[in-house]
């Protein structure tokens, strides 16, 4: 912590994060956020240190995703919470999907869930004559009926074209609902980088629910989405004396309100931890370790320092790494060389896609393109993501990126071109299309799954097993038809990006 | 809006529209909304029909304007023009469908002046104004089909006195779709009849063009594709006939009859077909009947889903299984005149087992109102007074089945517990599988 000064100075400088608003800045306003790019990895890297990086958009686009579905499915994964979705009922269709997922992880944990997600059901009246006096009713009958512990109110593409005042209604229910009431501003339309919606439930949690330090504590918010490492983080920091709190999901509103007290905040994406994290840090010196992430033997390790560093238990971390080295490093070597001489392709957020990258470089495995869901030119605290500067020290090859918002038509047009030996992605119904292709692919739905040591050893493992028997994909690739034309197949990946967007 | 809903049973207008398009091969949405509008829609519509998943263009492949704040301010019409242009080269189609969101409909873009212009080029391309605000999927699905029967389908073909078109079966709203049309027209093609049912896998884009031909429109629905079938008849001059979803050999053959009597085919041969198809079924039912009274197989049954699935099943269950029907929960959301068409159905059951029916959408509601009902019903059984029950719902009804002590069998939207391919339960072939489904659960922990 030597160089706090220079870390408060810095802050100052690169502010992004203004909790007097109810809303949150887009990614492309505060974290100089882009959607469309193609290139390669040092190019990227100079453009981001130059500031000449910019956003490109295109002349054919494809169904992604929108700020509501992440803010909103954040904030019921919290056990005892109501989250009303003002909004038209198709945008809540979510819910049925949402509700199952945390139930099943509550179950799982045997914790109880009573979270309920609604929708408000606007209807065309509505947007002729406004709905915030329903809205007000739905608010009170949601708390007088299902007694939840907090309120959260999404707005949505239509509430906010029709202008509905939504802040206004949560001011004048705060005197009259006894738990914390907040507006999450996450309308569909406000942000082509989706993972906005992160930074607005985070904003919701630090503006309505966080409350200020009474004492230190000796635990680290750990910024997850499925806790599925659970178990294996507790052990891991029991030995250097603290305690992870995983959020947001299976936490309780109560607990949410002591975030102000831990000894640090890590996350498993740095995409999802920029605003939480630093939001802490800036608002109650929660230090937030921005080390690369803990996927892979050089992020886990790096990041582990990190945290020892923090916490000022060096020692305690370096006798840790030296006994798990012992461990799985032999392991991790023997499976490395049956991994040699494959060649990857990723499509995945703008965190996980270069963390995987390092991590597949370690195990020997070529990365030929990276395709980025967005990226994030800055995190909060004003610096450069740093997984960008580790690759580009690291990389054994300047691989290509491109920055595409799940753009299908892309990833087909690359997968084709360099036919890789498998494709990896972390975002439902993506992976599926590189199949239909035939080409074998890898689904990180489990954020866990290249954590630490073990992590590592198990994805190398689970990589062999995916190209080991390919007969699923091979034989539904032989019998469909896929919808793109012989001309697009020809044309570069890039070819339907358009001029800057100044 | 009025009041809440709890996770809805149903997407938007927009999302109705947009996975009716989908299901068919070489038919390609464009939408015109939002970035989420879609996946959001796809999303649902995909795992709550037994994870459907991704078809010929949908899910991340659905080419989508992506409109953001810009074009609410400018407007999106110059967006949608570069959209369908580039779509019509990227995209190997047979039809062009340019739907529109909320956020669209809102801002007022000239849509038709857009899609006119394609038309005009000869390029096939249609368009329906979808708004989510405007309706559910049963909303979508009338809209879409208008915008099929009076911007794409044929005028002025020859009638062919021995086609029908099947529709009011909104694809993924009923999870069973695919194999409900199917065995309805294996039934119909057996009493000699042409049949297009436009929206199983072995559908092609090019029945819908022609579909103009047909003699009558059959909707398995007193709601869904009422509007559209009457589009279709001012139009092409069909008429169309509105029938329950029937399920298991009463239903049926009530069916078969009345389409029999419709064409005018000779009742013999429609008595025919109900005798050899009855025979085939109670080959089978016969042999389960021993383990039906030996345990005891019959249920005091609470019925959840649509207009079209809680009669259906209702009727099933007291036809053919010989159960009890304690209760009801309609969860379309309906006006006055379509309740009452939907209330009106379930004057054929028999008074003593005639259940109690609830209007509802809120699976919080339902399971409240039922557990408020049986604890002010007096307790025969020593336990509950409907023990022992089944539940015939959706995925969400299985914490009412928990609270009953019941059985649980997933059949109305959304199936998440469900793997749903080629089954179906209408019909024959459906009866008998939804009787080897249910006894299947019953017997699921031997």
């Known amino acids: ?502 | 809006m009025s009041d809440y809903i709890e996770r809805p049973r149903y997407q938007c207008a927009l999302g109705g529209a947009l996975v009716t398009i989908t299901t068919l091969d070489r038919f390609i949405p464009i939408v015109h909304s939002a970035p989420g509008c879609a996946s959001s829609a796809e999303g649902a519509a995909s795992t709550g029909s037994g994870y459907w998943g991704s078809t010929y263009c949908n899910g991340r492949a659905t080419p989508s304007t992506n409109t953001l704040e810009k074009e609410i301010i400018f407007g999106g019409e110059e967006r949608l023009k570069e959209q369908i242009e580039s779509t019509l080269s990227m995209i190997d189609g047979d039809l062009f469908a340019v739907i529109t969101g909320c956020m669209t409909d809102i801002i007022g873009d000239d849509v038709r002046g857009v899609v006119n212009e394609f038309k005009n080029a000869g390029k096939p391309v249609i368009v329906a104004e979808t708004g989510g605000f405007k309706g559910n999927s049963s909303k979508g699905y009338d809209y879409i089909l208008e915008a099929i029967f009076t911007q794409y389908t044929e005028k002025g073909l020859e009638k062919n006195p021995k086609l029908v078109n099947l529709f009011g079966l909104i694809p993924t709203q009923d999870v069973f779709w695919r194999g409900n049309l199917i065995e309805l027209k294996r039934l119909l093609n057996e009493l000699g009849l042409e049949v297009n049912t436009f929206f199983t896998p072995s559908d092609i884009v090019e029945d819908l063009r022609t579909a103009s031909k047909a003699a009558l429109n059959i909707v398995f629905s007193d709601v869904h594709g009422i509007a559209a079938a009457k589009v279709f008849e001012e139009t092409h001059g069909t008429p169309f006939i509105s029938v329950p979803l029937p399920i298991g050999p009463t239903a049926t053959k009530e069916f078969l009859e009345e389409v029999g009597k419709k064409f005018e085919i000779c009742s013999n041969k429609v008595q025919e077909l109900i005798q050899k198809e009855n025979t085939w079924y109670y080959s089978y039912v016969q042999n389960v009947g021993d383990i039906y009274n030996d345990i005891d197989l019959q249920r005091h049954a609470i019925i959840v889903g649509d207009s079209n699935y809680s009669f259906a099943l209702t009727r099933f269950a007291v036809e053919e299984l010989g159960w009890i029907p304690a209760y009801v929960a309609v969860t379309d959301i309906l006006d006055v005149d379509e309740k009452e068409n939907v209330k009106s159905r379930f004057d054929i059951i028999p008074k003593d087992l005639r259940p109690n029916i609830i209007f509802e959408t809120n699976t919080s509601e339902i399971v409240s109102s039922i557990l408020d009902d049986l604890k002010s019903t007096d307790n025969v059984y020593g336990d509950l007074p409907i023990a022992p029950a089944f539940v015939l719902g959706s995925t969400l009804d299985r914490t009412l089945a928990v609270e009953v002590n019941a059985g649980f069998l997933s059949v109305s939207y959304p199936v998440t517990n469900r793997v749903v391919t080629d089954q179906g339960y209408a019909g024959y072939k459906g009866g008998l599988r939804l009787t080897t489904d249910i006894f299947s659960v019953l017997l699921g922990n031997r």
Not at chain 1, 164 to 185: F, T
Not at chain 1, 310 to 326: C, G, L, S, T
Request: charged share 20%.
């Open chain 1, 1 to 502: 912590m030597s160089n706090k000064n220079l870390d408060v100075k810095m802050e100052v400088e690169f502010m992004t994060i203004n909790l007097n608003n109810s809303s949150v800045e887009t990614r492309e306003n505060r974290l100089g956020s882009i959607a469309g790019y193609n290139g390669d990895l040092n190019d990227l890297a100079n453009q981001v240190k130059c500031g000449t990086l910019k956003d490109r958009e295109r002349c054919f686009t494809q169904s992604s995703s929108c700020d509501a579905g992440c803010a909103l499915g954040q904030l019921a994964s919290i056990t005892d919470v109501a989250v009303i979705n003002h909004a038209p009922s198709g945008c809540t269709g979510m819910a049925s999907q949402t509700i199952v997922n945390h139930t099943q992880l509550a179950a799982k944990r045997g914790v109880p869930y009573t979270t309920v997600f609604l929708g408000t059901d606007m209807n065309e009246q509505d947007t002729v004559f406004g709905a915030t006096e329903s809205l007000k009713e739905i608010i009170i009958k949601t708390y007088q009926r299902y007694k939840p512990n907090a309120i959260f109110i999404g707005t949505s593409c239509v509430s906010g074209i029709i202008g509905e005042d939504v802040d206004s209604i949560v001011d004048e229910l705060k005197d009259e609902i006894p738990v914390p009431i907040a507006a999450v501003h996450c309308e569909g339309f406000k942000s082509k980088v989706w993972a906005t919606g992160f930074d607005a439930s985070d904003h919701a949690i630090l503006t309505s629910i966080v409350k200020l330090p009474k004492k230190k504590n000796n635990i680290i918010n750990f910024k997850n989405f499925n806790e599925s490492a659970r178990k294996e983080i507790i052990k891991i920091f029991a030995n250097f004396g603290v305690k992870p709190f995983f959020l947001y999901a299976n936490t309780t509103v109560e607990e949410l309100t002591h975030l102000s007290e831990a000894l640090a905040t890590v996350s498993i994406c740095g995409t999802l931890g920029t605003y939480l994290g630093n939001g802490l840090e800036e608002k109650y010196g929660v230090p937030y370790v921005k080390s690369i992430n803990p996927l892979g033997v050089v992020g886990f390790e790096t990041w582990l320092r990190e945290i020892g560093s923090v916490i000022n238990k060096p020692e305690d971390i370096e006798n840790y790494i030296e006994k798990e080295r012992a461990i799985y490093l032999p392991k991790i070597e023997e499976v490395k060389k049956e991994l040699k001489g494959l060649r990857a392709v990723l499509g995945m957020g703008a965190s996980y896609a270069f963390q995987v990258t390092r991590v597949l470089q370690e195990l020997g495995i070529e990365v030929v393109w990276v395709a980025s869901w967005h990226f994030d030119s800055k995190y909060d605290n004003g610096e450069i993501p740093p997984h960008l500067d580790y690759l580009v020290e690291n990389s054994p090859n300047n691989f290509k990126v491109s920055v595409t918002d799940q753009q299908n038509f892309e990833i087909l047009n690359i997968l084709n071109k360099y036919k890789p030996d498998i494709y990896f992605g972390r975002h439902p119904g993506t992976t599926v299309w590189a199949i239909k292709q035939g080409t074998a692919a890898l689904f990180l739905g489990d954020e866990f799954k290249t954590f630490g040591y073990r992590g590592t050893l198990d994805f190398a493992q689970t990589i062999l097993d995916t190209i080991k028997n390919r007969s699923f994909e091979k034989n539904l690739a032989a019998r469909i038809t896929l919808p793109y034309t012989q001309w697009w197949y020809k044309q570069d990946s890039s070819s339907l990006l358009k001029g800057v967007v100044e």
